[in-house]
């Protein structure tokens, strides 16, 4: 395990060899939520406390609690990656930018997808190169091209 769940909420288990205990963090939120353990178990219950504690402070106060994920996010990508985002969805019939870099994204993070990308090479010329004098014969496939060298001094 990586990190805890819990809630919706994510957080980290990290090692505090000078102190001897566990620690970590609420992630992907404004707020800095901390919660430390001596062991897996109590980190793992301490993370847990510490989200429902955060709600419930939340609550209690009249704030709105950080969504980890909010479904929205900003990114930038340049005035050229941009226009070609809005080329890309138009020849693929989306209704949107925001639809294809969804599509984007899940094609990305999709594990399946991943793995069953490959790449193929095959080369089917075969170029042969022999000096004769001052011109150089080439040959592909079977077929005679002819190029002179130039002379640099020329």
Not at 19 to 41: A, N, P
Not at 79 to 87: E, G, S
Not at 107 to 112: F, I, K, L, Q, V
Request: proline share 2%.
């Amino acid at each position: 395990m990586k990190e805890l769940n819990h809630k919706g909420y994510s957080g980290t288990i990290e090692v505090s060899i000078e102190d001897g205990c566990l620690h970590g963090r609420i992630l992907f939120i404004d707020d800095i939520i901390t919660y430390e353990g001596q062991t897996v178990k109590e980190i793992e219950s301490a993370f847990k406390e510490a989200v429902d504690e955060y709600l419930e402070y939340c609550k209690k106060t009249g704030k709105s609690a950080n969504k980890p994920y909010s479904g929205t996010f900003n990114v930038r990508i340049g005035p050229d990656l941009h226009k070609l985002a809005a080329i890309e969805t138009s020849r693929r019939g989306m209704k949107s930018i925001n639809e294809f870099i969804c599509y984007a994204v899940k094609m990305a993070t999709d594990s399946d997808t991943l793995s069953a990308v490959s790449h193929i090479h095959h080369h089917d010329i075969t170029i042969n190169v022999q000096q004769v004098g001052e011109a150089t014969a080439l040959s592909t496939m079977g077929q005679p091209v002819y190029r002179e060298i130039c002379n640099a001094n020329n």
